[in-house]
Structure formats: C-alpha cells, structure tokens
C-alpha cells in the first residue's frame, strides 16, 4: 500500500472537514424549529435511545438543540469572519499603498483595537447594538481583523519592493489597478488561510459572549448559552448538559483550525515535495 | 498566539461561572466549629444582599421585595392574616376627614446606642423617607409633626387609607446618629444588631440585648449570599443551617436536611395590552390588535391550565394565581375560574378568529400571533413562558418566547405580554398596576376602566381600613365591571410560586406569613422566634 503522504493527509482532512461542518450546518438550519420546542413530558432525561444527548429541564432535545446551537455559530462565525477579513484585506493594501499618513492612522486603529482586550470591546459593541445576532455579528467582525490586517500590510509592503511592481509603477499604472491586478492574486492564499483561521475564534468568542449573557436570547439553542444553562445543573448530576454540546464545541472549532492549517500547507510553495 | 487566544477565551466562562463559590470554600459565618445552640446560619441569593445597605430610606426592608427592617422597629406590622398590628405604636387614629393619623409611640424604647426613641425620630423618619427615598412613594404625605414625646401627627396632601400599610415598611432611624454612613453602620431599636457586613459575603446580626419585646431566642444570625447552586452545594457540605432553592431542586434530597415549602402572593402573570396596535411618540409600538379584544383575552385566562403548568415548572410547589393580591383581606375570589379549553375555543370562534390551517386560528387573513415576553436571566420565568406558549398553541394562538432585559422590557410590555412577578402586602399594588395614570393608561399595560379608577380612589379616600378592603374588592368586580374575567381581564395570573428552603432537620422555623415578592428576607422575618430541637 502507497505511504500517506503530508499532502494527501492534508487533502483528507481539508475534505473531512469541510464535508462535517457543512452537514452540521445544513442540518442545524433543517431541525432550528423544534429546537425551540419545549415538551414538559420528557423534561431531564439521561441520554438514551430517542434522545442521544438526553433533554434538559424544559424537555428540549439537546441532540437538537446542540446541532442548531452550532450550525448557528458556524453561520455567525462565516459572516463575522468574512466582513472581518475583508475589511483586513481593505485596510492592510490601503496602509501599505496609500500613503505616510494614511499608514499611521491605519496603524494606530490596529494597536488600538489590539490592545483592548478582545472579549471586553465584543461586549460593549454587541451590547451598544442591542446584543442578539446583529450585536454578536457586528462585535465579532469589528474585532477579529487586526492581525490579519497587519500580515497583509506586511505583504503588501513586500510586493512593493518586487520588480514586476515596480516595473507597472515605472509604466505609470494606477496605484489602485497595481493592487488589484498584480498584489491581489499574490495575496489571496494569505487571505483565504486567515479567512479560515479567523472561524474558530469567531466561534468561540460568539459562544464566550453568549455565555456570559451579552448575545443572544436565552431560548435560542446557542452553544454558550447550552453551557450556561448546564452549569446550573451540574451540583445535580446532570452531566449531559454540558458534556457533549461542549466535546461538539471542541470538535467543531478543531475541525476548523485542521481544515485551515491543511490548506495553509497545500497553497504554501514548498509542500508540493512533502 | 492562536492557541494563547484559544486557551484565553476557553477560561473565561470558567472563570466567570465559578466566581461565587469561592465564597462557600471559606469557613462561612462564625469561627466556632460547633454550631452553639443559639445561632443559625441562613442562605440567601446574591441579589439580596442590600445594595445601598441598610438604611430604610434607601430600600431596606421597603420597596419591591419588603420584608420586616430586624435592625429597626417599625410603627405597625403585618399580621399573619396581613391585616395590621402595632410594634411602636401603642394607639391610631385617623381623622373623619383621612387628612391626619395621629399615631402614639411606646415610651420604652431605647435605640442600641443607649439613647430613648422619640416622636422627633419618627418626624425625622418619615420627613428623610419622604425627601430621600427611592424606593417608597410619599408624595400623599404632606408632614409628620410631633405632638409631644410619645405622639405624632402625620397630615396628608390627600386621603390614603391604607397609610398603616405603608408604615409597615418604614423602620425607624435615630435623628442624633443619623449620617452619610448610616447605611452602613445601622443604628436601630429592632430585635438585632448588625455586627458584621464583609461586601458580597454574609452579614452578622446579633441579638439587641435591650430589646423592648420578647427576647430573641436565636442569639446569632448569619446570612451568607451565594448562588442557588452554590447554596445547594452548602447544604449538602452541612455549612449551612437553611438555604434557599428553587423548583429545579426540588427533585433532589440531602442527608440531614428537609425541604421547606412556603406559600406566597410572589405570583407570576403575564399582561395583554388592551389598546389596538399603533405607537407613542417616540415610535415604540402600543397596544395589540389581538388581545385588544377582550374575548380574545377572556379565552386566554380560561384556557391555560394552571395546575398543569405548576405540575410542569414549578414541579408541584406552587398554587394558581387568579389575581394580583390571592389570600390577602383585599382579594375578591370572584376573580377564580376553573380550566375551560371548549369554553375558550367558543369565544375565540365569537370573536372571528377561525381555526385555520396548521391549528393556528386566523381573523380576515391575519394570523393569531403574540410574542411572549420575559426577563432573559430568570430561568423559571423562562420556562413559564415556554409552557404559556404551548398551551397557547393548542388554543391556536401561534406564541414565540423571547428573553429581554429590564432595560427594553417595560416599553416592549405596552405591545406584548411580558412574563412579570408581582405581590406585595398592600393593597397598593392593585392601584399600581390597574389604575389609570394621567396618560389616559394604567402604567405598566395599556388599560383604563373609569369605573374601576373611582373604586380604587374610593378606597384611598376611605377613613377605615375594612370598608376600604370591600372597595378593592369592588375594584375587582362589582357585579358588573371589574378587571375580572367577567370583565376587563387585561391581566392573566397564572402561579404563586411557593418559596422553597432546605433546612437542618432539627431547625425548627417559625410559622411565615404569606411571602411577598422576592425570594430573599422575607424568610428571616421572625428569625428571633426560631428554634433548635
């Protein structure tokens, strides 16, 4: 049998990962009704043949609810990641094509929002936006796009340098067709990998923000707050609550940082030879 | 940095979620290891702790959740049966006129600091409550005078009867010791002495040993203030003598221990706006085409099955709820219905909302929908609005639950009905909640009946207190209006949610009067009689 190599493992898992979360989605969005669904006849069950994850004191399934809650944060966590990371990419080519000043002011906006803690400034802008989804999604793509911002800046000061640019800017190409048409396909690997990096702490901070109280509603089958709510219940012995929304949490958000450093490895030059 | 990212955010609900049992891993309350006889260690909610301490004129003992002061004597109390007694007072009259109650003090009475309590430090009581008080409406007081030593004489702006109430809740606070720090170094005249207060922890209260009634038997009280799982977990280690719970709990069982369940008016209900939709001037929408129709809002209250719902939630501890005020003197039973599903599908099929298809009823092409509103950190509140949605359901009224905080909740209640918690021990509340304000609306829900207002007005204005009880009741219902089923109904109540305590079984607690709202001191209001076995 042909040895596994680092490529095809990264293949595998770029496809597992992609072919999970896009059925945990879809599934999610499928079953979000009875989610909702309360049913006082079958109120803290212990997981078992009808209800895998058992049912919480208000009858609802948490098999369904865990599902929903995150198909739900991977939705919130595409939309927040992708405003974010577009308005890196934005931001990163105009530091490093614009100008002195326009740089310095771009740069300090980076420091800035670095330098607040992250789930602090998510609080207060979810919470100015009347918390819910909006709030949650505003918040996190206010707040995620630093650093890539700064790589791309990095990059694109790079590219600057290099001779094919420097030859357009000498042929009195526009600064703006120069950053479409010869950094941008230069920069998409860098974009597409940060993009994917950028789901599973959008994730996570969705389910922290949630947790502590700040976004969503309480009935919605989020998973922070499915662990809120369980912490209630631990001191009575029921483990279900928390146990597997929080191992699907997990795996959900690992899956992402596989799928994400899989591609990182298949678009990086060198690993054609691994 | 992305693990360092990870592992930070992964801590933060951790670290958020166990803040408050740090508390319980201290040795809690006194340093003895053996408890002694006469001490008791009580649990209560975080939110309980007194926020702006214990000054009466800043909500201690007074406000939403009253309860009796302990550190300071009041002028009258509550009786069991919630009518009214003396504590201070040794004699009341009110004028023919309602505009003066002349009210004589005990001559015995010492505040802690050895001084004599006199009539200027209830002067000065009522006129710093009045001034100061955030929580208590005065406005009906215009000034109390002292007569002499041992009486005072308080002058209304206009009639209120039920003024022995409202002196219930205002504890009496030493003119000559009164200051910025009051509130934190309490004086009084009451059965206990606060001791101790360490912020977010527990508070002391030891027994005044000059005080002017029976002896206190429990000479310590510690009230510790931790989380209902926290508290739970406290009970079962023993560190505690009673500890508040909650329904959730109820299934379960602790060696040593009992459970404790108390009746209260702490009711739950929810309003139905009863004003056609359309909005205020700021463009917050008021009033509701649905249950602006008072059939509509009739089928609702015969319709949902509280003894299901108490079954379900509340896991039995609970009774239904038909008003604001169920058991108290001023509570008209005529407010009681019984279970009726046909009864109330045949007044929504009068008032043309027709069972359409998928069992939602439908009126000239528009669904019946409501949002049912509740309060986003309380979890049994949450659950009563999710079984108030399925009973809904089956009535074919098509209910979505949705949790708010204070901040938005008043205004969204004037268009949807929110899941609200109310009872007090006075009559107050009626007129709180039902009568109309200077808007033309009652304040809480769009309502106005004229007929129930002069009922109400007619029983402030009363010069006796058990004539004014019957005019409550009339405000009730009369025979032919009232906010009743057979009337108005602008309000469904649905459950008095019995308070629930674990306690040492060889604890033995003295009887309680029906609890208000609030799940906090209401419990310790005669921790002075408490015994062990």
């Not at chain 2, 108290?328 to 109330?344: I, K, L, T």
Request: glycine share 8%; with cysteine.
């Amino acid at each position: 049998m042909k040895r596994v190599n680092g490529r095809m493992a990264a293949v595998l898992w770029l496809g597992i990962a992609v072919v999970f979360l896009t059925a945990v989605t879809l599934f999610g969005w499928r079953v979000a009704e009875s989610a909702l669904m309360t049913d006082f006849s079958r109120k803290n069950l212990p997981p078992n043949g009808a209800y895998f994850f058992g049912t919480d004191w208000m009858g609802r399934d948490m098999f369904v609810r865990t599902v929903t809650g995150l198909s739900m944060s991977i939705r919130i966590g595409l939309l927040s990641a992708g405003v974010s990371s577009v308005l890196a990419l934005f931001l990163g080519i105009l530091a490093a094509i614009m100008g002195k000043t326009v740089d310095s002011v771009i740069t300090w906006m980076i420091d800035l929002v670095m330098g607040i803690p992250h789930i602090l400034l998510l609080i207060l802008i979810s919470y100015a936006c009347g918390k819910g989804f909006r709030g949650v999604v505003v918040g996190v793509a206010l707040t995620h796009w630093t650093s890539l911002a700064r790589l791309i800046r990095g990059e694109v000061l790079q590219l600057k340098e290099a001779l094919y640019v420097r030859t357009a800017q000498k042929l009195g190409v526009s600064r703006w067709e120069i950053a479409w048409k010869h950094m941008l396909p230069h920069l998409f690997p860098q974009f597409l990998v940060g993009l994917i990096l950028m789901f599973p702490h959008a994730i996570l901070h969705e389910a922290s923000i949630t947790f502590l109280g700040f976004g969503l509603s309480p009935e919605q089958p989020a998973i922070g707050i499915i662990l809120s709510e369980s912490m209630k219940y631990l001191a009575m012995g029921r483990w279900w609550l928390a146990l597997f929304p929080g191992l699907f949490l997990v795996f959900t958000v690992s899956l992402f940082d596989m799928g994400g450093e899989s591609l990182r490895k298949l678009l990086a030059p060198g690993s054609t030879h691994r | 940095m992305r693990n360092i990212l990870l592992a930070a955010v992964l801590t933060i609900p951790l670290s958020a979620g166990c803040g408050n049992r740090e508390v319980q891993t201290e040795e809690p309350g006194t340093k003895e290891s053996v408890q002694p006889e006469d001490s008791v260690i009580v649990a209560m909610g975080t939110t309980s702790e007194p926020e702006s301490g214990f000054d009466p004129a800043y909500g201690w003992g007074a406000g939403e959740h009253v309860h009796e002061p302990l550190i300071q004597s009041t002028l009258t109390v509550t009786t069991t049966d919630l009518t009214i007694a003396y504590d201070l007072a040794t004699d009341m009259q009110v004028s023919d006129d309602g505009m003066t109650w002349t009210v004589t003090i005990r001559d015995d009475v010492k505040f802690t600091d050895g001084e004599a309590l006199t009539s200027e430090d209830v002067v000065f009581t009522y006129h710093t409550v009045k001034e100061n008080s955030t929580v208590n409406d005065f406005t009906m007081l215009k000034e109390a005078v002292a007569i002499d030593e041992k009486t005072v004489e308080f002058r209304m702006e206009k009639p209120y009867s039920i003024w022995p109430y409202s002196m219930a809740v205002v504890g009496i606070v030493p003119e000559h010791a009164y200051g910025p720090d009051y509130a934190e170094k309490p004086i009084g005249s009451g059965r206990y002495i606060m001791k101790q207060w360490d912020k977010g922890q527990q508070i002391i209260f030891e027994a005044n040993p000059d005080y002017y009634g029976d002896e206190p038997k429990m000479k310590r009280v510690t009230v510790l203030f931790m989380d209902e799982d926290a508290a739970y977990a406290a009970a079962m280690a023993g560190q505690v003598d009673l500890a508040y719970t909650s329904a959730s709990y109820s299934d379960q069982t602790i060696d040593g221990y009992q459970l404790l369940a108390y009746e209260t008016v702490d009711n739950r209900g929810i309003n139905l706006p009863a004003a056609p939709a359309s909005s205020d001037s700021d463009g917050n929408p008021i009033g509701n085409d649905l249950t602006n129709d008072v059939l509509v809002r009739r089928a609702i209250n015969i319709g949902i099955d509280r003894e299901e719902m108490i079954a379900n939630v509340l896991n039995g501890y609970g009774t239904a709820a038909y008003s604001v005020c169920d058991k108290m003197p001023w509570y008209n039973d005529a407010a009681q219905v019984s279970y009726d599903p046909e009864g109330a599908a045949a007044l929504l099929d009068e008032a043309g909302w027709k069972m359409g298809p998928a069992g939602i009823r439908e009126r000239d092409g528009v669904r019946a929908e409501l949002t049912i509103l509740y309060s986003s950190g309380d979890s049994v509140r949450q659950a009563l609005a999710a079984d108030t949605q399925n009973q809904l359901k089956e009535l074919g009224i098509d209910a979505v639950i949705e949790g708010v905080g204070w901040d938005t909740a008043y205004t969204r209640a004037l268009s949807q009905p929110l899941m609200w918690g109310w009872g007090a021990h006075t009559p107050m509340e009626l007129y709180n909640i039902y009568h109309t304000l200077d808007g033309g609306t009652a304040e809480y829900s769009p309502y106005s009946n004229p007929e129930v207002d002069k009922y109400m007005d007619a029983a402030l204005a009363a010069t006796d207190l058990h004539t004014s009880y019957d005019l409550w009741k009339k405000a009730q219902w009369d025979g032919e209006t009232g906010f009743i089923q057979d009337g108005d109904i602008p309000w469904i109540w649905l459950c008095n949610i019995d308070h629930l305590y674990w306690a040492n079984e060889n604890l033995k607690v003295a009887d309680q009067k029906l609890h208000p709202h609030g799940h906090g001191w209401s419990i310790v209001n005669n921790v002075d009689q408490w015994e062990w076995n």
